[in-house]
């Protein structure tokens, strides 16, 4: 079955400390993995996108990596802003047939960051 | 604001009443895409367009619910007959479809309408 799961749910830190975010996928066949940031009431937005020979994709203070072997993919964050508290969202897509690829959403890692 | 636009931003009707939502993607989209969330949860994908086709369609899409392209823009997303399982954030994307796929293309979210059931 084609999943995504992230960990973990909810996490709390400090302003200015770094956290990592966890993605776990069994995707197949697989074409790419997004991040994306979700405020709360808002839609998401895109932070990151990594095919399958990227390891690695940097947007300011937030560094992605993936390991296609493992099916593995992380969101690092560095240096952490009290605007950083949202949903993130791991999304896989599935290479189809059809010239559409099916997306599949992981279901958020909750972060809050506090002063 | 050239972003997508969906509206309105909430809706609270009473349990069997039918809604509409509207949206409004990024102009020169060609895809266009509903999902639904709900609370503590990723988005689920409810169907697709590519211009005016509405091309895929998921299990979750009832025959209750109804979306519409017309003219290959904005899109709207009808559901007859609402009940309490509807309540949820749904959510509209749009994307640029370039030589017929668009895996590397991000979505545009919209904001979401989110729909209460009384």
């Known amino acids: 079955k084609n999943q995504v799961e992230q960990s973990p749910q909810s996490l709390i830190i400090l302003e200015g400390k770094n956290c990592t975010l966890q993605?776990?996928?069994?995707?197949?066949?697989?074409?790419?993995l997004r991040w994306y940031k979700q405020d709360t009431g808002r839609g998401p937005v895109s932070l990151t996108i990594?095919?399958?020979?990227?390891n690695t994709k940097s947007n300011g203070r937030y560094t992605a990596t993936l390991d296609a072997d493992t099916k593995q993919s992380s969101l690092h964050i560095t240096a952490s802003q009290l605007s950083d508290s949202a949903s993130y969202i791991c999304?896989?897509?599935?290479?189809?047939?059809?010239?559409?690829?099916?997306?599949?959403f992981g279901p958020g890692t909750s972060l809050s960051v506090i002063p | 604001d050239t972003g997508v636009s969906q509206n309105p931003r909430h809706k609270i009707t009473k349990r069997g009443q039918n809604v509409t939502f509207r949206c409004d993607p990024i102009?020169?989209?060609?895809?266009l895409y509903w999902y639904r969330q709900t609370l503590g949860q990723g988005p689920e994908f409810l169907t697709y367009?590519?211009?005016?086709?509405?091309?895929?369609k998921s299990r979750l899409l009832s025959d209750r619910f109804s979306a519409e392209r017309p003219k290959g823009s904005f899109s709207t997303l009808e559901i007859q007959r609402t009940e309490q399982g509807d309540s949820a954030m749904y959510l509209c994307?749009?994307?640029?479809?370039?030589?017929?796929?668009?895996?590397?293309?991000?979505?545009?979210f919209g904001d979401g309408t989110r729909l209460s059931i009384l």
């Open positions: 994307a749009s994307s640029l479809a370039l030589d017929g796929q668009d895996s590397n293309q991000p979505q545009h």
């Open positions: 993605c776990n996928y069994t995707v197949s066949p697989f074409s790419n």
């Open positions: 990594m095919t399958f020979s990227e």
């Open positions: 999304v896989v897509s599935l290479r189809m047939k059809t010239s559409y690829d099916k997306v599949i």
């Open positions: 102009s020169e989209h060609n895809r």
């Open positions: 367009f590519q211009n005016e086709a509405q091309l895929e």
